[in-house]
């Protein structure tokens, strides 16, 4: 089966600017994650979806960072404006319901100068 | 909440020998997986090995395995005949079956297998 997609790979901004990411879980998998990982640390849960509806975002900076899943299927994640300090991989991984384990996708690489 | 622990920020091992990772948790649920991931350089997050709290006996898979200690809510990972496509940060993580399959992360290990 195919895995997790993640789009873009590599972005590189200037503070204050908007970008946004796209995944795409594994098909049927109702549970997606967000997660941010900066440089050396372990993922740090940003917002958690069972099908569009959202299961805990209280690690999300909402005034900056928003993410949707309006369809159930993929989502996006948004950062406006973007800080120095969000510089770090943003992996987006994907589980069933019942499901025992979350598979990841290859994650993507923001840099904000 | 729950929290995850790893201990030791970076191991090293010689080739063909055997590592151990430690991992504690903290949690007042009684339903729950554990698992530890791989995350080889600038690469995608792996399943090394998962572990569901209710059963006794340890999970194995391959050269690794794990301890579950449930009391003292201890889940180490043995890494055994290391091979050099075993560097990669490892993280320990804990899903909460009681909170929708809320996944926590610990802060890693770095692990360098040296030849």
């Known amino acids: 089966e195919a895995g997790v997609a993640q789009s873009p790979r590599y972005k590189i901004i200037e503070k204050r600017q908007s970008v946004a990411f796209w995944c795409n879980p594994i098909s049927g998998h109702a549970t997606l994650y967000w997660y941010q990982q900066i440089l050396g640390q372990g993922p740090k849960l940003l917002i958690q979806f069972q099908n569009n509806g959202v299961v805990d975002d209280s690690q999300l900076p909402k005034d900056r960072f928003s993410a949707e899943r309006l369809k159930g299927v993929d989502s996006t994640l948004k950062i406006q404006p973007a800080k120095l300090e969000d510089s770090a991989v943003y992996l987006c991984?994907?589980?069933?319901?019942?499901?025992?384990?979350?598979?990841f996708g290859p994650g993507t690489r923001l840099l904000v100068l | 909440a729950q929290t995850v622990t790893q201990s030791q920020p970076e191991m090293s091992v010689q080739e063909a020998e055997t590592v151990t990772l430690s991992c504690t948790y903290d949690t007042s649920e009684n339903n729950y997986y554990l698992f530890w991931y791989k995350q080889p350089p600038s690469r995608q997050m792996i399943l090394v090995i998962r572990q569901e709290a209710y059963k006794q006996q340890n999970a194995t898979e391959n050269r690794f395995s794990v301890n579950f200690q449930k009391a003292a809510k201890s889940f180490s990972l043995k890494i055994s005949d290391s091979q050099l496509g075993d560097t990669a940060m490892y993280f320990c993580?804990?899903?909460?079956?009681?909170?929708?399959?809320?996944?926590?992360f610990g802060g890693g290990t770095r692990l360098m297998v040296k030849p």
């Open positions: 993580a804990f899903m909460s079956r009681n909170a929708g399959n809320m996944l926590t």
């Open positions: 991984a994907s589980s069933v319901t019942s499901g025992t384990q979350a598979e």
